[in-house]
């Protein structure tokens, strides 16, 4: 996969310290399907603890000080969902980082596992902060949420809108959009980019995109040249591109007619 992942635990004052015991009982009972998880602390890095758990090894760093301001704008202006981000976030005086200690080998199940990993960690440090934490951002996709979204997602197998943001992106036509992803080439090797058309509104083109992206994540191997069923009279074509609106490698959707049979 293309990058390690990253969650950060924002706080509004110093995060207050957290034993090795304590957060291995508090991970084992907030998800007590997971196994056996190892808390380490490793005075060599500056204080901070490792966490291995089912073949991921993640670090744990306290870091007394603010997000740099510019950071805190843009999480704050790309959480439409958060109307109140920016006036919270502005509030946070520390935060946490967790991350991989190596980027995740092993296609989509594993950077899936290493994820997962990740969130939980940085969610039970949440959970454990109160009325002390703010918000949760998922690095790798931009995403901000508030401390108890964030938490409440941690449960779930596949927290698409934490792991991935979409975008709309306006077509050369007022009536027409597209879709890009920000987050899933951490999962899966490339972004998507359905490009704007006017065949679906807003909505359902959104969610077509969820659609597609979770099929990857459950092992759909989408490539170069593939069509995928649209509606009636139209499909769409992928195409990989090396390079695309997030600089990352892209696989663009475009809706084109079948060519009927015995066409040139």
Known sequence: ????????????????????????????????????????????????????????????AAVDAPLPAADV?????????????????????AHCVVST??????????????????????????????????????????????????????SDDLPFSLWVDIRLMRGSRHNEVGITTRGLSLLTGVELSLQPTAVLTPDRLAQRC?????????????RDGDSIAGGDGWQWRVRHRAQGLTGRPTLELAVESPTPAGAA
């Open 1 to 60: 996969m293309a990058d390690r992942p990253m969650a950060m635990a924002v706080f509004r004052e110093t995060m207050a310290a957290v034993d090795t015991a304590t957060l291995k009982a508090a991970l084992e009972a907030r998800f007590p399907g997971d196994g056996d998880w190892q808390v380490m602390s490793r005075p060599d890095l500056g204080g901070a603890m490792l966490v291995a758990h089912a073949g991921t090894v993640c670090v744990v």
């Open 73 to 93: 704008v843009a999480y704050a202006e790309a959480a439409y969902w958060w109307p109140t981000a920016r006036q919270e976030l502005a509030k946070h005086k």
């Open 101 to 154: 200690l190596a980027e995740p080998e092993g296609g989509v199940a594993a950077a899936l596992l290493a994820s997962r990993t990740v969130l939980r960690v940085a969610a039970v440090l949440l959970s454990q902060a109160g009325s002390n934490a703010i918000a949760g951002i998922w690095t790798n996709s931009s995403v901000a949420r508030g401390a108890g979204d964030f938490i409440q997602q941690s």
């Open 210 to 222: 969820i659609d597609i992206a979770t099929h990857m994540l459950r092992g759909a191997d989408l």
